[in-house]
C-alpha cells in the first residue's frame, strides 16, 4: 500500500503532491493523470499571483501560501516564475478600500517613470477619475511548467499516465481503480480540477459536497510588442489585467467572461469567436480600440468556481484520508501554495 495518491495533475494536484512528499519524506506518493502534468486547465493559465484578494478567505489563503510560493522561486528553474512590475489603476474614491483587500506585498505611491510609461504605452486609455498604486509582490509563474517541476524534484512522488475510475474503500485502506490496474492507498487527494469526479464508493456520505459551477475562462494575446520595461495592469473597476509577456510578443489580457455551465473539453486551449468578440469588446473600452485590435488568439478553459471564488478543501470522509482540493474559481494558480498547505495539515492529521 502506497501513502498518499492524488488523482488529477494540475497545479493544484501537482502542488499537493509536492507537499506532501516534501513533509513526509518517507512516503511514497503516486500523482494519476492520462493527459500529463498541468495539462488540464492549468496550461490556459496566465498565471498572474497578486497579493491581495477580495475576501477574507482568499486572504486568509494567500498569506498560507506565501512562504510556500517564496520557496518554489527558491529553486525553479529561471523564467518559471518572474516578479513583475505592477500597477493597479483604480477610482480615486476607492483607494482605501483596496488597499484594506492587501495580503502581503506592499502599495507605493507609482514614480514618474510609472506614470509617464502608463501615457504613452496605453494612450487611448482613459484615467480620468481614477488614480494609480505600484505594488510590491506580484508575479507571473507558468503554471504548466511549475506544475511539472514540483513533481520532478520530488524524488518520493511518482507520476503515473493514468485515469482513475473508481475510489472504494475496503478496510483502513483505499483501492483507487484506473486505466493501469488498482492500487492501494493511505491516502486520496481528489484534484480533478473541472472534470467530474471519478465514481466514488465511501462507507457513509461525504461529509462535504464538492462546489459544481463550471465557469469559461479566456485571455487574448495581445501582440504589442512588449519591452522588459512594461508593466503589468489591473484596471480594478472592470476586473481586466494586462500582463506583458516580452519574450513571447505580446501581452495576456484577461477579462470576466459571464459563461457558466461550461464543460471542460478535451485539451482544447483555444478561445472561440466568441470569446474573442467579447474580449476585444472589454478591451476596446476599457484600454482602447487600437490595443483591442492587437489581440489576436489566447488561450481559454473552464474552471471550477465557489460561492465567493475561494477554493475549498474539504474532507469527504471522517478520518481526513479522503480528500477534495480544487474550485480553482480562476486563482487556482495563485492559490495552490495555501491550498496545498491546508491539504497537507489535514492529511498529517488522519
Ligand atoms: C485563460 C485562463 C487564465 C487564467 N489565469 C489565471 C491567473 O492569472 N492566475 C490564477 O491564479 N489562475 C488563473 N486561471 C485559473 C487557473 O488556471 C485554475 O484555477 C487552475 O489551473 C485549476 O487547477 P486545477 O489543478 O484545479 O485543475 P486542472 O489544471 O484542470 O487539473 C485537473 C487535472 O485532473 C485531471 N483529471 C480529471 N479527471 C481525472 C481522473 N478521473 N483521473 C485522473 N486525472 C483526472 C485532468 O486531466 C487535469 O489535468 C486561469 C484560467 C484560465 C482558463
Redesign the pocket.
Known amino acids: 500500500m502506497i501513502d498518499c495518491l492524488v488523482?488529477?495533475?494540475?497545479?493544484?494536484?501537482?502542488?499537493v503532491a509536492h507537499q506532501a512528499a516534501s513533509r513526509n519524506p518517507g512516503w511514497e506518493v503516486h500523482l494519476?493523470?492520462?493527459?500529463?502534468?498541468?495539462?488540464?486547465?492549468?496550461?490556459?493559465?496566465?498565471?498572474?499571483?497578486?497579493p491581495f484578494g477580495a475576501t477574507t478567505g482568499i486572504r486568509s489563503l494567500v498569506r498560507d501560501g506565501a512562504p510556500v510560493f517564496a520557496g518554489y522561486r527558491s529553486w525553479v528553474a529561471e523564467d518559471t516564475i518572474r516578479e513583475l512590475r505592477f500597477l493597479v489603476v483604480l477610482r480615486t474614491t476607492a483607494p482605501s478600500a483596496f488597499l484594506a483587500t492587501m495580503a502581503g506585498g506592499a502599495a507605493h505611491e507609482p514614480t514618474p517613470d510609472d506614470l509617464d510609461w502608463l501615457a504613452h504605452r496605453y494612450p487611448e486609455c482613459d484615467l480620468a477619475g481614477h488614480e494609480i498604486l505600484r505594488l510590491d509582490g506580484a508575479y507571473?509563474?507558468r503554471?504548466s511548467d511549475l506544475?511539472g517541476q514540483l513533481v520532478m524534484a520530488s524524488p518520493n512522488v511518482r507520476f503515473v499516465a493514468?485515469?482513475?475510475?473508481l475510489v472504494r474503500r475496503r478496510e483502513r485502506q483505499w483501492i483507487v481503480e484506473?486505466d493501469g490496474g488498482a492500487t492501494a492507498a493511505g491516502r486520496v487527494i481528489l484534484?480533478?480540477?473541472?472534470?467530474?469526479?471519478?465514481a466514488l464508493d465511501v462507507p457513509m456520505p461525504p461529509a462535504a459536497h464538492p462546489p459544481g459551477g463550471r465557469k469559461?475562462?479566456?485571455?487574448l494575446h495581445a501582440y504589442n510588442a512588449p519591452t522588459e520595461a512594461d508593466r503589468a495592469v489591473y484596471f480594478l473597476d472592470d476586473d481586466v489585467?494586462l500582463?506583458p509577456e516580452p519574450r513571447l510578443g505580446y501581452t495576456?489580457t484577461?477579462f470576466y467572461l459571464d459563461r457558466w455551465d461550461q464543460p471542460?473539453g478535451n485539451?482544447d486551449?483555444v478561445?472561440t469567436p466568441s470569446d474573442q468578440a467579447a474580449g476585444r469588446a472589454v478591451l476596446a473600452r476599457r484600454v482602447g480600440p487600437s490595443f483591442a485590435a492587437t489581440c489576436a488568439g489566447?488561450?481559454?478553459?473552464?474552471?471550477?468556481y465557489q460561492a465567493q471564488r475561494l477554493?475549498a478543501v474539504l474532507s469527504l470522509d471522517a478520518e481526513n484520508s479522503l480528500l477534495f482540493?480544487?474550485?480553482?474559481?480562476?486563482?487556482?494558480?495563485?492559490?495552490?501554495p495555501g491550498m496545498a498547505a491546508r491539504t497537507v495539515d489535514r492529511l498529517a492529521i488522519a
Open positions: 488523482i488529477g495533475g494540475g497545479i493544484i494536484g501537482a502542488s494519476l493523470d492520462p493527459r500529463g502534468i498541468g495539462c488540464g486547465t492549468t496550461a490556459s493559465s496566465a498565471g498572474l499571483h497578486v507571473r509563474a503554471a506544475a493514468a485515469s482513475v475510475n484506473h484534484a480533478v480540477g473541472p472534470w467530474d469526479l471519478p469559461r475562462v479566456a485571455a489585467f500582463l495576456v484577461s471542460p485539451g486551449h478561445p489566447g488561450r481559454a478553459g473552464t474552471d471550477l477554493p482540493a480544487g474550485a480553482g474559481s480562476g486563482s487556482g494558480v495563485r492559490l495552490a
